[in-house]
């Protein structure tokens, strides 16, 4: 395929999804993701789309959200790995809130096979994927019906949250960074995240590396408030994700990382370097925070923290 008829496929996939990964664009197009990272470059100096970490977006990303039709069809392999993953955080019998995305649908799917499980969400998506589990309890908040992603935004649901508690919140969002954390675009979004992160004891970001360095106009959980990282496996040439990754290491995020395999993920076990404050006060990093996630699947274990 020559390099004109590349970039005219690349820039259609832009363009229909909102937002694409340089794996995916790779995919498609049927070459190697350094020759997609040239193509992109050429795109981007001529204005046509705009580089973000690990793939492509639509001009002015930064403040523009993706609809749910471009998101589900935005890295599903590693949103899969991510969900499975998760999943095997939850327990028995435990009540959890699950916030919206097209990642935490997928986890919601998983979630329907644990017994005597209490969801709290504020996503039609996820309570739909729940809708038939009958050793499942969904409660739903009140709110406003944002369509773009199914979700209830706006006061009714914010305040149909409070006194709330329950032992982990599991939130996706627009992008992560070490410095600030994640964030998303669209304000009553962020407004609804933070008070699900509000009634957790602990919080699990679910990220898939085309997010990690991305940052947008509206934090939602701060660095700090951050328990867990999953994410998935990001490509061997991309250091600036493992450079992220190292930082929120640093900072205190127990990172899990899933390969796109599926049921037999890789998975990095990142121990806590030092302290890192909570809301309830100094938690140790001296030894895991839990038990391990995956104690029967065989998983590669890497070291992220700095030699």
Known sequence: MFAAERRQLILEMVRANGAVSLRELARVVQTSEVTVRRDVRALEAEGLLDRRHG???????????????????????????????????????????????????????????????????????????????NRVEVVMTGGTLRGSNYALVGSGAEQSLQGLRVSRAFLSGSGLTAERGLSTSNMLSASVDRALVQAAAEVVVLADHTKLGTDTMFQTVPTDVITRLVTDEPPAH???????????????????????AGATAARHEVPLPGQRRTRTGLRSAAGPLSPDPLPDRPARVADLRRR
């Open 55 to 133: 793939g492509a977006v639509l001009p002015g990303g930064f403040t523009r959200e993706s609809g749910f039709p471009q998101k589900s069809l935005s890295a599903t392999a590693e949103k899969t790995a991510i969900a499975d993953l998760a999943a095997a955080l939850v327990e028995e019998g435990e009540a959890i809130v699950v916030g919206a995305g097209t990642t935490t649908q997928e986890l919601a799917r998983r979630l329907a096979r644990v017994p005597g499980l209490t969801v709290v969400t504020n996503s039609l998506l996820v309570a739909q994927a729940l809708a038939h589990a």
């Open 238 to 260: 991309d250091d600036r994700a493992a450079t992220e990754l190292q930082a929120l290491a640093d900072q205190g995020v127990q990172i899990a990382v899933a390969g796109a």
